[in-house]
């Protein structure tokens, strides 16, 4: 099943060329404000071009709309239809083309292949590394596909790693040799895979897409309609917060029931220390998948002298980006949020517990207020937000002189992709 704002088969731009997204994940606002930015990037560059992107969904009914001309696949399907995708491709090797082994969606996605100008492997992840290994092979095999179409490819500055599943580790070693061009968002992900591939291969840091876009705030006066006033003046706490499962952690329910109490925490000291409003973000969204739940879950745990909202999970990247630019301070405990209010120069938290949330704030100078989840401590968080209220214009100045940079290096993604795009065949 497809999902599209559009018609599957655009006459529109239809001499122009053609990019495959591969390995997008769905249904989370980050990914989403990523694939945006990736996108508006080429189109500013290269002008109006077409988009096939191929998505991790949970929801079959999603649309997600865009200006530009773009069109979805499901990566999740039947295991019958992709067993009979894999066959179709493997097939071919050997000259047999058998399209009886295809569905409509399974056509289309070899015809995707088949027409693309440049495929590139999604802005978000890791889906390479130990961290997604359960599902990594059927990324992999996208990446396959590519390059069994002898496609120009390049891995769009994903987080990577860490690689220690000897069974996967010979695939990826092998398939990371057919991308073109290597670029990763950190540091961190560079060092992995350094060390995986040899000091040798070329790999860019550039930047997580989505720091490329600059959204301006929303007004107060906008967001917060007439009857609610009052509260344009209070002090405005953006958290973005995970459920997160702990795995590999001895007693996860007890580890999850300490971060909850660390999270409760911060909302009191901050309800203690300030008039605050607290904007409860919510990253996953659809029918199947969502952060909604979760918030819900401890809201009523929020100091009374506070007030809070869950702020409309149907607001799209870009609209949520602009709420994130209207607060004073933010906690997150997922890694675009962290984009979001840093690129609108909003200062905070950051709880991590992947590293690609880690070297984002290494690149800002920020590191001793990144705070591993695995580790937390009440005490070290409160100190952290007391530092953010004490330093918060300092701060916010720091990220203003700071986030052109990494905008600057993020666009250089677009430019690798785009000189790959024009290289002769």
């Known amino acids: 099943m497809n999902f599209t704002g559009r018609p599957e088969f655009s006459a529109r731009n239809s001499g122009s060329r053609h990019i495959l997204v591969i390995n997008q994940h769905g249904e989370n606002r980050g990914d989403e404000a990523a694939l945006r930015a990736m996108i508006s990037g ?3 560059q290269i ?30 399907m039947p295991i019958a239809e992709f067993i009979g995708l894999v066959l179709f491709s493997f097939l071919q090797i050997i000259g047999i083309r058998m399209k009886r082994l295809l569905s409509t969606r399974t056509t289309a996605i070899i015809e995707a292949f088949e027409s693309a100008d440049l495929v590139v492997s999604a802005p978000g992840g890791p889906y390479f590394g130990d961290l997604y290994a359960d599902h990594e092979i059927v990324h992999w095999y996208y990446v396959w596909l590519a390059s069994r179409h002898h496609k120009k490819l390049l891995l769009y500055a994903p987080s990577a ?10 695939i990826r070693r092998c398939l990371f040799k057919t991308f073109d061009v290597l670029c990763v968002r950190e540091a961190i992900s560079q ?32 967001y917060f309609a007439d009857h609610r006033s009052g509260l344009r003046g209070r002090f405005l706490v953006a958290v973005s917060v995970i459920e997160y499962a702990f795995p590999g952690v001895p007693d996860p329910k007890s580890a999850q ?16 220390e300030k008039h605050c409003h607290f904007l409860l973000l ?16 401890f809201c009523h745990l929020i100091p009374s002298s506070a007030s809070w909202e869950i702020v409309d999970p149907d607001l799209s990247s870009t609209e949520q980006r602009a709420v994130f630019g209207m607060a004073d301070i933010c906690i997150a405990s997922r ?12 200062p905070g938290v950051c709880i991590y517990y992947e590293h690609k949330a880690l070297g984002f704030m290494q690149a800002l100078n920020m590191e001793s ?31 203003a002189e700071r986030i052109p940079e990494l905008r600057k290096r993020s666009a250089q993604t677009t430019e690798l992709a785009i000189d790959l795009l024009r290289r002769p065949i």
């Open 42 to 44: 080429f189109e500013h």
């Open 47 to 76: 002008g109006p071009g077409r988009y096939t992107v191929i998505a991790q969904f949970r929801d079959p009914n999603l649309v997600i709309p865009f200006d530009e001309d773009v069109t979805f696949h499901n990566l999740r």
């Open 161 to 170: 790693g860490p690689f220690r599943h000897l069974l996967l580790n010979p």
């Open 191 to 222: 060092r992995m895979l350094h060390n995986f591939l040899g000091q040798r291969t070329i790999i860019h840091v550039t930047g997580d897409s989505a720091i490329q876009q600059i959204v301006p705030a929303i007004a107060r006066a906008d």
């Open 257 to 272: 029931t300490q971060y909850r109490q660390c999270l409760i925490s911060a909302l009191d000291f901050l309800a203690q």
């Open 282 to 297: 919510p990253q996953l969204y659809g029918a199947v998948h969502s952060d909604v739940p979760f918030l819900k879950s």
């Open 335 to 346: 890694y675009h949020p962290q984009i979001f209010a840093a690129t609108a120069n909003v």
């Open 369 to 399: 207020l990144a705070f591993d989840i695995r580790k937390l401590d009440s005490r070290a968080l409160l100190q952290g937000l007391a530092r953010v209220l004490r330093e918060r214009q300092q701060l916010s100045q720091i990220l």
